[in-house]
């Protein structure tokens, strides 16, 4: 390990992930202004693509980094049972955004006309994508506790003492 290029005793690809965990929320709430406040179908159309596709492909290296490197646990400094319950958290949020966002991406595709206009399909995709929002939010924010609770401080056991 030590191949991460943001200082801790990281992989390359788990610093990647994390640089986009914390570009992800603002590119999306970019992509949401598109729509609510200038009627840029189709900018928030490449914006949600460019992002899906991206996070797609970082996500997919980030996971066999994560074989190659024995897993989270051989990778972590923090075996305490809170980065257990964290890290339960953040695979909960992680799974069901893909899941919504595959769905909201998938439906959109398939519903809406290109180029992307209002539709039948808009309040559903307004429903969807909201929760997609809401739910690629609180991955964002538990996967970078993960890494700052599991790589960057150093952990106090509950046993010291």
Same mark, same amino acid.
């Given at each position: ?24 929320? $603002? ?28 996070? @797609? ?9 994560? !074989? ?24 909960? @949020? ?18 809406? $006309?290109? $180029?992307?206009? $209002? ?6 995709? !307004? !429903? ?7 739910? %690629?939010?609180?991955?964002? %924010? ?6 700052? @609770? ?12």
């Amino acid at each position: 390990m030590g191949e991460g290029f943001l200082g801790y005793e990281t992989s390359l690809m788990l610093d990647v992930v994390v640089v986009a965990l914390a570009v992800v929320v $603002p590119v999306l709430t970019l992509s949401l202004c598109q729509v609510h406040f200038g009627r840029r179908y189709q900018v928030h159309r490449r914006l949600q693509l460019l992002l899906g596709a991206v996070l @797609f492909v970082a996500v997919s290296l980030f996971e066999v980094d994560m !074989r190659l490197h024995g897993g989270f646990w051989a990778m972590s400094k923090n075996h305490s049972t809170e980065m257990h319950v964290l890290l339960g958290v953040h695979l909960f @949020f992680a799974i069901s955004t893909v899941v919504l966002w595959a769905t909201t991406i998938g439906l959109a595709l398939r519903r809406f $006309p290109s $180029p992307s206009e $209002p539709g039948a399909h808009s309040r559903l995709h !307004r !429903r969807l994508g909201w929760l997609s929002t809401l739910d %690629i939010t609180a991955t964002s %924010i538990t996967g970078l506790l993960v890494y700052y @609770f599991g790589f960057v401080i150093e952990v106090v056991s509950d046993r010291a003492g």
